[in-house]
């Protein structure tokens, strides 16, 4: 399919709910960035200071900095905000009311970042932030004065903002406040009241965000919660995700013999824990790469047409991916890329057994390990997979243990594993038919002149899911950053249009 | 089949070629041992002395100092000796006329040691030998003073002489000298002529041993190679091994993309390498342990009963091995221990893609990578069989590469490997029929009351075997240390009583 017949799909699909003549949309959205325009250098400059205070979730001292500066920037734009305390690190929380309004949106973003090393970056210091005028990777040279005054763009889209936290999560806050500022500017309001909680601790996995609930419960009340944060379709369309999906960790180790023997005195006796593990993992998947395990899929239900079609519509380009990663054909199992991100999964991503290479010895390993991951989505419970993981590594004729094998078990089993699993973080999906989700769909068509890219679910997993889940009202994902930003890596980067066009995004929003 | 009607058939056997009324072997035997007893201080204090000149390979200077003292040992016995240069380190040749004799026995031994840590080792100096009065493991203490006198044992048994090369390969020169010494003694003269060669860079590979051969060709011309090294029988009876498998080591990558994609953005759409070298693997071998590659026993004959009879005698604890290594049951494929290792085997050494443990990541993999081996019996030759494994991974779907795949190779094929293999070492095995080899085990029968362990073939490969081949005529390995003697790792170690008993061995070879 074509992208021009996905657009028309999905302007069929969306007839019915956007409201004809939407073009003072498209003009409000015109004064949104011909503001933006007039105000890069604020904007700019706003974002480079708040990246300047380091914001590791470990560093309290300026993890503390950066809240105080955070909730003097909501003050500053008539929120009444306060620092919330919770066991770790503080959460920054502001209120706004709109005149009028009967529902609230509460906007999520975290304002700590992850750790860095600043001898791998191209730049002195991390949350010392620098502008290139492109990709580094390509040549991006350093700005060193913004040409142009405040009759014309002094900045380019296509210039870079490089610093930790430069996209992930700090550039989503600015863009916020400043649409506030640019309707504020253009004499509109918020037609939602809007409530705003920034994390501090979200790459250190958020630990006092869930159990934050039951002390601030009141203030945490909404009817959608828009969390900006991760980057935006590659086609750098405005970006609706209404999930994504969990993750379970596991270990599956095979033990062989009690420590490794030679494979010449002993090969073709001593059973190889590196065979067996070959062979578990091939029983657990066809050549297709459809889960054998049984009962692994029973609760997924099949889509609805109107769920196939919202897959369909997303513009992914799906030889230019296989070509970035040089696959030359990806996975059957499923059929499209969106269709195998609906579907849990069951992944190596990692195996281990003595040494390869210079450091390999020839012999018999005494185990073999592989590390996996199980992807869940919203119907799966990771509880329900593992022990049908389990269930098959018996019926392959394991007795399974926790932790090493004892020497009764090692003279009365023939084949000894363990599967430990780790703590699951559960998918969690919004309806793209749920009314609050609907508003923002609308709205960004309504700004943009397109329906904006809608994912069902993002494949990845993120932190905020069991904050989502234990709130329990609808929310959504709009990522506004550049998907090549090098997010928790060194070199993390914002595209500057990325900001500028995320301002327009977010000001649609305001006005759902 | 008990061990004792294992010693009946074997006895059976025998009876064809064994003379009767061997006793005056066995008497010869207990004078030996009676000379061993009054000549333990000297035995003793001259293997010391040698394992007291440090002797890795790489050490250029202490390896001619141990060619020098080798040299004059030989000398000291009545050889011709000198020392031979080949191009890297020097081998030490002996040669020692016996009156009357009409056939040749060369004897081989090394004189190098594997390298060494010294901070690993329970002694100040690897090259510092130490008496214990036991294993170390099991609470052996030093051996300060040694009790007893001329008229007396004063070395025990079940002491431990703790050295590098102690055991391997020092002791075994030591036993062949002081073999020669007590037939002095005892008023009699080998029944062949002796040649004696000694490596000086066996655990380097031997690199100048083959090459030898052409400048030293009438030297080392005999009609039976006794190779004197590696561990006895773990029943501590004499042993004959008449051969010992061949190996090729391999690699075998399957790769995926370019880099490790995120598991949950790709999951289930990117294909994993790690599932698909998995399967590949278990496609190469069955349940039991069986290889599944087309062709892959071929050519390999069935045994005959006699050889089939030699397998059954050799008195094998398989339950104590599993217990050893904690292992319930062994590969069913082949049946007994001995019949395993007359097979060729398909082993993995060991497996990598990625990470398991604290430093895993949630991606698909871009490689798996298993390291293999494959042990050769004679029949096989390396080539055939990995051009067979290459067949079994191309008939699977695979293009196979070398070293890295290319963009085009990347944007044509959906399954793309690489399988690179080292080069080959060669089986050898001769014939337990053969006359000469017949002849040590009809003495090694006669002295010791019972017939030695027979070894058709060791399951390992000894790095002399290129040199059996292109020598060309029969060899045999004789090996006298203990076999729990931590060969190649920290302390290294030899039970005196497996030198005292060498002595008697190499003497009922000397007399055969």
């Known amino acids: 399919m074509t992208s021009r017949v996905l657009i028309v799909v999905v302007s069929v699909l969306m007839a019915a709910v956007v409201p004809a003549g939407a073009q003072p949309d498209r003009d409000f959205r015109a004064s949104v960035a011909a503001w933006v325009v007039q105000n890069q250098p604020e904007i700019v400059g706003e974002l480079m200071e708040l990246l300047s205070i380091p914001n590791v979730a470990a560093d309290r001292e300026n993890i503390r900095r950066n809240a105080g500066r955070l909730r003097e920037m909501l003050g500053r734009r008539g929120f009444e905000a306060e620092v919330l305390e919770t066991e770790t690190n503080?959460?920054?929380?502001?209120?706004?009311?709109?005149?009028?309004?009967?529902?609230?949106?509460?906007?999520?973003?975290?304002?700590?970042?992850?750790?860095?090393?600043?001898?791998?970056?191209?730049?002195p210091d991390p949350f010392g932030p620098v502008l290139r005028t492109g990709r580094l990777d390509r040549g991006g040279?350093?700005?060193?004065?913004?040409?142009?005054?405040?009759?014309?763009?002094?900045?380019?889209?296509?210039?870079?903002?490089?610093?930790?936290?430069?996209?992930?999560?700090?550039?989503?806050?600015?863009?916020?406040?400043?649409?506030?500022?640019?309707?504020?500017?253009?004499?509109?309001?918020?037609?939602?009241?809007?409530?705003?909680i920034l994390d501090g601790e979200e790459e250190a996995g958020s630990p006092g965000l869930v159990p934050a609930i039951g002390k601030y419960r009141d203030k945490l009340r909404a009817d959608l919660m828009v969390i900006l944060d991760g980057p935006i379709h590659s086609s750098n369309r405005p970006t609706i995700a209404y999930g994504a999906r969990g993750i379970v960790t596991l270990t599956l180790t095979v033990f062989g013999p009690k420590a490794g023997v030679h494979s010449g005195n002993y090969g073709n006796w001593i059973p190889n824990p590196a065979q067996r593990l070959a062979s578990l993992l091939a029983s657990m998947k066809d050549d297709s790469g459809r889960v054998l395990v049984k009962g692994f899929y029973d609760s997924v239900a099949p889509l609805s047409s109107e769920e196939q079609a919202i897959l369909d519509a997303v513009p992914d380009d799906a030889a230019r991916m296989l070509r970035t990663f040089g696959v030359a054909a990806p996975e059957p199992a499923f059929g499209s890329f969106q269709a195998a991100l609906q579907m849990p999964t069951l992944n190596i991503r990692g195996l281990a057994s003595a040494?390869?290479?210079?450091?390999?010895?020839?012999?018999?390993?005494?185990?073999?390990?592989?590390?996996?991951?199980?992807?869940?989505?919203?119907?799966?419970?990771?509880?329900?997979?593992?022990?049908?993981?389990?269930?098959?590594?018996?019926?392959?004729?394991?007795?399974?243990?926790?932790?090493?094998?004892?020497?009764?078990?090692?003279?009365?089993?023939?084949?000894?594993?363990?599967?430990?699993?780790?703590?699951?973080?559960?998918?969690?999906?919004?309806?793209?038919?749920?009314?609050?989700?609907?508003?923002?769909?609308?709205?960004?068509?309504?700004?943009?002149?397109?329906?904006?890219?809608?994912?069902?679910?993002?494949?990845?997993?993120?932190?905020i899911a069991p904050f989502v889940e234990a709130l329990g009202f609808p929310a959504i994902l709009v990522p506004i950053v550049n998907f090549d930003?090098?997010?928790?890596?060194?070199?993390?980067?914002?595209?500057?249009?990325?900001?500028?066009?995320?301002?327009?995004?977010?000001?649609?929003?305001?006005?759902s």
């Open 90 to 123: 503080p959460l920054v929380y502001g209120e706004l009311r709109a005149p009028g309004a009967t529902r609230t949106i509460l906007f999520y973003s975290h304002y700590d970042g992850q750790p860095v090393e600043p001898s791998a970056w191209e730049q």
């Open 141 to 196: 040279a350093l700005v060193r004065d913004v040409p142009g005054g405040r009759d014309r763009p002094a900045y380019q889209d296509d210039w870079r903002l490089y610093a930790r936290s430069a996209s992930d999560d700090k550039s989503p806050i600015v863009g916020l406040l400043a649409a506030l500022d640019a309707l504020k500017a253009l004499g509109q309001a918020p037609t939602a009241n809007i409530r705003v």
């Open 355 to 463: 040494h390869v290479g210079a450091g390999a010895r020839t012999i018999i390993p005494d185990r073999a390990v592989a590390a996996m991951d199980i992807r869940l989505v919203k119907e799966t419970s990771a509880a329900d997979l593992v022990e049908k993981l389990r269930a098959h590594v018996r019926d392959r004729g394991y007795h399974l243990v926790s932790g090493e094998p004892d020497d009764e078990a090692r003279a009365t089993h023939g084949r000894i594993a363990s599967l430990e699993a780790a703590a699951a973080t559960n998918a969690f999906r919004t309806s793209p038919l749920d009314p609050q989700a609907r508003r923002v769909a609308v709205a960004l068509e309504g700004a943009f002149g397109a329906p904006p890219v809608q994912l069902r679910t993002l494949g990845g997993t993120v932190p």
């Open 485 to 511: 930003n090098n997010q928790h890596e060194e070199n993390e980067n914002l595209r500057l249009g990325n900001l500028f066009q995320g301002i327009e995004i977010i000001s649609a929003i305001l006005r």
